[in-house]
């Protein structure tokens, strides 16, 4: 037990790897992200698969979408995951895995696949993992998984998911079928995508006062170097 990480232990790994400080409205992104992953890494059921990587990845690009610099966004990332003791180049591969198979099937496809009731033979290892997850081997439910299930049905169809009954019927099948905590797996996936809308708010917020600001500066500029036309009243007074 005394070998298992503390959140601090991760903390310092990921402070260590990304050493620049991080843009005030993504900060708490990461540090609420960093803390998740770390208390589902050290629990004794934890065990990687390619759909829990999927939400990381979503989850992270997501809410992270418009982060300036844009390396740093990537050491983020990777000091993410290499916090984890894990490998950020395989979390990207599975996801990107997992999106490529999305794109080639139809919403009510990927349900039937997920809910392995229809097969694949070029995903046959993937739904391996779905068994083993039905099984109840290894495995313990989290959000960041739940939202790598969400987003394949995002990609195989955006209409599927835009409306609350069918999303909702969607879930349940599913989390039946998986025999995932089906009341929590709906509410974890209906916080996200309110969370997800509030940071978009609050960066279009961000972005809106940062071109108010750049406004006032050319103009103050314009006006030391004389570029603004006098007034016709300043013309008339200065004439006096």
């Known amino acids: 037990m005394n070998n298992i990480r503390t959140v601090?232990?991760?903390?310092?790994?990921?402070?260590?790897?990304?050493?620049?400080?991080?843009?005030?409205i993504y900060n708490?992104?990461?540090?609420?992200?960093?803390?998740e992953m770390h208390l589902i890494s050290v629990n004794a059921d934890y065990s990687y698969n390619p759909f829990y990587a999927l939400g990381i990845v979503t989850a992270f690009d997501r809410f992270m979408e418009g982060y300036s610099p844009e390396q740093d966004k990537i050491s983020i990332f990777?000091?993410?995951?290499?916090?984890?003791?894990?490998?950020?180049?395989?979390?990207?591969a599975d996801a990107k895995g997992l999106e490529d198979l999305?794109?080639?099937?139809?919403?009510?496809?990927?349900?039937?696949?997920?809910?392995?009731?229809a097969d694949r033979d070029d995903a046959q290892h993937l739904q391996d993992n779905l068994r083993a997850i039905s099984d109840g081997?290894?495995?313990?439910?989290?959000?960041?998984?739940a939202i790598g299930l969400f987003t394949l049905l995002e990609?195989?169809?955006?209409?599927?998911?835009?409306?609350?009954?069918?999303?909702?019927?969607?879930?349940?099948?599913?989390s039946q079928a998986l025999n995932l905590p089906e009341e929590k797996s709906l509410k974890d996936i209906e916080m996200y995508r309110s969370n997800l809308e509030r940071i978009i708010q609050a960066r279009n917020a961000m972005?809106?006062?940062l071109m108010a600001a750049r406004k006032k500066r050319d103009k103050r500029?314009?006006?030391e170097e004389g570029n603004i036309p006098t007034s016709p009243s300043n013309t008339s007074k200065n004439s006096n």
């Open 102 to 117: 999305a794109s080639q099937m139809s919403g009510q496809d990927m349900i039937s696949w997920i809910c392995l009731s």
């Open 137 to 145: 081997y290894k495995f313990k439910y989290n959000r960041l998984f």
């Open 207 to 209: 972005e809106d006062s």
């Open 221 to 223: 500029r314009s006006l």
């Open 78 to 92: 990777n000091a993410l995951i290499q916090a984890q003791e894990e490998d950020s180049d395989k979390y990207r």
């Open 155 to 174: 990609i195989a169809d955006t209409e599927l998911v835009k409306e609350q009954p069918q999303r909702t019927e969607a879930l349940k099948k599913i």
């Open 8 to 24: 601090s232990d991760t903390k310092k790994a990921f402070y260590n790897s990304h050493t620049r400080p991080i843009n005030s």
């Open 28 to 35: 708490r992104v990461v540090e609420e992200l960093l803390v």
